[in-house]
T-cell receptor
Framework: DAGVTQSPTHLIKTRGQHVTLRCSPI?????VSWYQQVLGQGPQFIFQ???????GRGNFPDRFSARQFPNYSSELNVNALLLGDSALYLC??????????????????FGPGTRLTVL | GENVEQHPSTLSVQEGDSAVIKCTYS??????FPWYKQELGKRPQLIID?????GEKKDQRIAVTLNKTAKHFSLHITETQPEDSAVYFC?????????FGAGTRLTVKP
């Protein structure tokens, strides 16, 4: 029974480049959320997707975008990378039992993360 | 939006003692409050969670309490063991997003 998987594990980019991070949720989970965790801080919410639709967005610039595919996997894209984008990017999957408004509150299980370094 | 504050930032206890970590939140619409444990270089692991319709929940040595009126919730770990040493994060979820506290580094001394 596979958990949440993410790829790649590590990534090094230079300022101005673009990056795509990938996430596969737990089998049967239809919701994926993305978080940025800077060293020494708690995860910061970026996006939540459910059934391929964006259900929540955190306070991140438009350089950050994401999408969810029919198989519920997801990609996070970041354009025009800045040094401050260096962080651990975590994906979490959940299986919401109900939809409440625009967001879905349910147990989230994290993947191992992608460590992005921007030079 | 939601704002979550977590205290203390560091906590050191002797093995066998209890540890308490406290969090406050600002948005009264928040309805789900998980706690995660993160060891160095690893992913956050859910250890316990509580919903707004419940005041207390316990799972073996771990318990969480929620006071909706005061907008605070706490994690209680009893009979601490060295393997409990990690960073613990609280979080609060409303209809839009999940906000995490800044974390508490717990050290359990043998």
């Amino acid at each position: 029974d596979a958990g949440v998987t993410q790829s790649p594990t590590h990534l090094i980019k230079t300022r101005g480049q673009h990056v795509t991070l990938r996430c596969s949720p737990i089998s049967g989970h239809k919701s994926v959320s993305w978080y940025q965790q800077v060293l020494g801080q708690g995860p910061q919410f970026i996006f939540q997707y459910y059934e391929k639709e964006e259900r929540g967005r955190g306070n991140f610039p438009d350089r950050f975008s994401a999408r969810q595919f029919p198989n519920y996997s997801s990609e996070l894209n970041v354009n025009a990378l800045l040094l401050g984008d260096s962080a651990l990017y975590l994906c979490a999957s959940s299986s919401p039992r109900r939809a409440t408004g625009t967001g879905l509150a349910d147990t989230q299980y994290f993947g191992p993360g992608t460590r992005l370094t921007v030079l | 939006g939601e704002n979550v504050e977590q205290h203390p930032s560091t906590l050191s206890v002797q093995e066998g003692d209890s540890a308490v970590i406290k969090c406050t939140y600002s948005d009264s619409a928040s309805n789900y409050f998980p706690w995660y444990k993160q060891e160095l270089g690893k992913r956050p692991q859910l250890i316990i969670d509580i919903r707004s319709n419940v005041g207390e929940k316990k799972d073996q040595r771990i318990a969480v309490t929620l006071n909706k009126t005061a907008k605070h919730f706490s994690l209680h770990i009893t009979e601490t063991q060295p393997e409990d040493s990690a960073v613990y994060f609280c979080a609060a979820f409303d209809n839009n997003d999940m906000r995490f506290g800044a974390g508490t580094r717990l050290t359990v001394k043998p």
